[in-house]
Structure formats: C-alpha cells, structure tokens
C-alpha cells in the first residue's frame, strides 16, 4: 500500500470512536489467530496502534469506565458473547453493541446521549465520578425507550426504513434485547443479588431458591426469562442442571409438559450450550489442541447424560433430534482422531531392519510427545465413551494401542543388544517407555527403562572382558 493510501487509512481509523477502535482491534487480532487474511489484518492493527498511540500522547487515557458507550451498556455486559457463534435466547452479540451506539447518538436519543455527554464533562471538571450514576440511569431508560419503540411493529414503510438505519437483521435482534435487559436493569440486579455466587450442586434446595427470586412479574415475559436464567446458568458449576428448573415448574419430565411452560427455553439454553461446547471441541482437536479436551468432554457427558435422565425426551421431537444431533456430532469428531493415533505411534515405533538406518537418523522428540497426549486422549474418551456414542471404537483403539506398544516395547529393548543401529532404536525404546507410561503407568515404565539400560551394558561387557584377554 503506498503512502497516500496509508495516510487515507489513518484519517478514518482516527475519526472512529474509541469503542470503534477497540471492536476493530479485537476482530482484527481473532482474524490473525484464525489465520485469515494475515496480511491485511497485521497491517491495520499497525495501524490501529499508531492511531491509538498518538490519542494517548496528545491527551492522557480516559478511563475505560468513563466510555459513554461503556457506561450505557454496562447491564449488559453478563449477556454479551463474541465471535460468530449463533446465539441463543439470553444473549446479545457484543459486536452488535457499536453500532447501537452510532444509531442512538444519530436517530434513537440524540438529546439524551448528548445530555449525558455534558453529565461526564461537568462531572470530570468537579472530579466527581460518583455524581454520574443518576446520569447513567436516565440515559439507560432514554436509550431502553427508544430501542422498543423503533421495534414495535407499525404499519407503513416508515417502520422498516427506520430500522433498516440501525443496522442488518442481527443487529435489530441485538437491539430488542438490549432494550428489554436495560428496562429491566433493577429487576435482573435484584435477581443476581438473591443468588449465590457459585452453585457446585442445583439441588432442592437452590431450585427453590431460584423460583422465589424469579418470582418477578418483569422476569417472567418471554424476553426476559431467558436473560435471567442466563444469569442462575452462570452461577452453576454443571450449567446442563438449569434444565431442573422447567422440571421443578412443569412439576414433570415429560417433555410436553416442560415445553408447555414459559421455563422450556431453560432446555433450549443447556441443549445450545453443549452444542457450543462441542463446536469448540471439534474446532480444538483440529488445530491439535488438547488442553481444555478433559474440562471439555466432561460437560459434554455429564450434559448429555443429564438431559437423557432427568428429561423423557422423544426420539423425534425438537429437543430429541437436537440431542441426537450433538451426540452424533461429538462422535464424528472424536472417532477420526481416535482412529488416527495407532498409525501414528507405529510410524514412530516401527522396526527397521540395519539396513534402512541412515547415519544419523533420529526421532523427533516433540512428535513423541504430541502422539504421547493423544494416547492419553484416547485414555481420557475411554472414560466418557458411553455417553458420547464412542465406546466401541475407543475400547478396540485403547486395547490395539496396549497391545501393540508392549509387544513393540520388549522387541526394541531386545534390539538393542546389537551395536548396529543401536543410537536410533535408543530413541525408538524411549519413545515406547514414554508411551508405556500412559499406558500402563509409571512403574512399568521404570522397569521397561531398566531393561533397556541392562539390554545396552549387557553387550558392552563381554566387550570389555574381550579386550582385557
């Protein structure tokens, strides 16, 4: 990009709001780690700092509390979700948020957003931050009006024009939910209040207490429901168990009856939250990473199982199809990933004969041990596998790999009392012990490594007696 054309890029990244700024930053920094369109993407977060950057030289910082924009949308902040991600009911997309702001300040409450402004300012010159918050309020209840009133229906054109000046059609069902959570603000702050702040167990007892403090005439709309449930979900150690609470309403587990009920969308929440979790499982064990697999296939099988028990789902209803759907596709992921780990270990542990080893061949060691994690992947599915529709080819796939890797063990260990080739079959044998202590623990391990050590000393000392003779 020549010069001219850098300088054009600079002038509109500066006139962006710093909200703006930011929103650009992130989705920018998502892009690179995806991979997508790295060079366009590093070139504008160059950019994007330098702009900021100078912002912060020219002036000090303001505070991030301070982001008129923040401060509007701040009861929202438990709801917002990024990425492009579906939503479900009891979410808004954070990305939505920046153009909500550009059209209340143009269309939706020009007077009160500029009132508000002029709030901060005097409030910034008197160094009294505390004196914002009946600014804040209002601005919240201006903005909140504005937002139903361009949704509700009317007749004409005039309605659609109108919101076709927000933004697409993702950005008006951001903006009908927004509206409703900043209506409501006192009533979902009440409720987080009255809840504890962690739950490891939903049971009787905080089911209970949850109805109670649901038992709010403002709560109980079909907009508003799934927001509050939202916020018990978040309290929950096993998220899935929101679903007792449509059961604990519908005083039943029949599905008909739970789905009769306002509190069905609880079931709708869980089944599109172990749907998430699996759309994160498939895109990890892709890009090969496994450090959230054990956290992961745990919520996925304790989810699973718990709306297989604690609900009489039909095979073919809504919820049961969805069901089916996240059991099958958990299965596809993880069944050609499980399949792929006995070829791996016996492209490392496969005996040559001396001919076929080269001067200084060797095993890479971080290969050894990315095929070692997935031995314990595999270890880990075998734990969860009947819940996840896996059990046949995990158990085959774990007894091959234990079969395979004992006998492949003791031929290497045998293998190296013969001086040719020996450096790389060390390798080889301490790939198999490594694999061995996955497998089989770490005591076999230790003696397997023994009698590699007593295999290789075994042949040097009939040497050394030879050459004292």
């Not at 009911?89 to 702001?101: D, E, F, K, T, V």
């Not at 270990?345 to 060691?365: E, F, P």
């Amino acid at each position: 990009m020549n010069q001219a054309s850098s300088e054009r890029l600079r002038e509109y990244l500066a006139q962006l709001p710093p909200q703006s700024q930011a929103l650009l930053m992130r989705e920018f920094e998502r892009a690179l780690e995806r991979g997508e369109d790295t060079a366009v993407a590093t070139y504008v977060l160059q950019e994007l700092h330098k702009v900021v950057r100078g912002a912060e030289d020219d002036e000090e910082a303001r505070p991030r509390t301070e982001d008129p924009a923040r401060l509007l949308f701040r009861p929202l902040e438990p709801f917002l979700v990024d990425g492009n991600f579906p939503i479900r009911p009891g979410q808004i997309r954070r990305a939505s948020l920046a153009q909500i702001w550009v059209w209340l300040a143009r269309d939706g409450a020009p007077e009160a957003v500029r009132e508000f402004e002029e709030a901060m300012t005097r409030a910034r010159e008197s160094e009294a931050s505390g004196s914002i918050e009946p600014a804040v309020r209002k601005l919240q209840l201006a903005a909140a009006q504005a937002m139903i009133q361009i949704t509700t229906p009317t007749p004409g054109d005039d309605h659609q024009r109108a919101l076709s000046r927000v933004g697409p059609p993702n950005v008006i069902e951001d903006l009908v939910s927004a509206g409703q959570v900043l209506q409501a603000r006192e009533a979902l702050e009440n409720l987080s209040s009255k809840m504890p702040g962690f739950m490891r167990v939903f049971g009787e007892a905080q089911i209970t207490a949850a109805v109670a403090a649901l038992n709010v005439p403002s709560l109980q709309t079909p907009q508003l429901l799934p927001f509050a449930l939202s916020l018990i979900v978040q309290r929950l150690t096993a998220p899935w168990q929101i679903i007792r609470l449509a059961v604990k309403i519908a005083a039943s587990d029949d599905e008909i009856r739970v789905a009769a009920t306002p509190y069905g969308v609880a079931v709708t929440i869980a089944l599109h939250d172990l749907y998430f979790v699996a759309a994160c499982l498939r895109t990890d064990i892709r890009r090969g990473h496994f450090e959230e697999i054990a956290d992961q296939l745990k919520t996925l099988h304790d989810g699973v199982r718990g709306l297989r028990t604690e609900l009489d789902l039909r095979n073919d209803s809504v919820w049961g199809r969805q069901l089916a759907s996240i059991r099958a596709d958990i299965s596809n992921s993880l069944q050609s990933e499980i399949e792929s780990v006995p070829g791996r270990v016996r492209r490392i542990l496969r005996q040559r004969a001396d001919k076929d080893i080269t001067v200084g061949a060797r095993i890479d060691m971080s290969e050894v041990e990315e095929t070692a994690g997935l031995i314990d992947f595999v270890a880990l599915c075998r734990t969860f596998a009947s819940e996840l529709a896996i059990n046949e080819v995990t158990l085959r796939t774990y007894s091959d790999l234990q079969h395979y890797v004992e006998q492949s063990t003791e031929a290497l260990v045998q293998s190296l009392r013969n001086e040719k080739g020996r450096a790389f079959r060390q390798q080889q044998a301490k790939a198999a012990i490594r694999f061995c202590e996955v497998l089989f623990g770490s005591d076999y391990a230790s003696l397997m490594n023994r009698a590699a050590e007593n295999a290789v000393i075994g042949d040097r000392k009939p040497a050394a007696k030879a050459s004292q003779k």
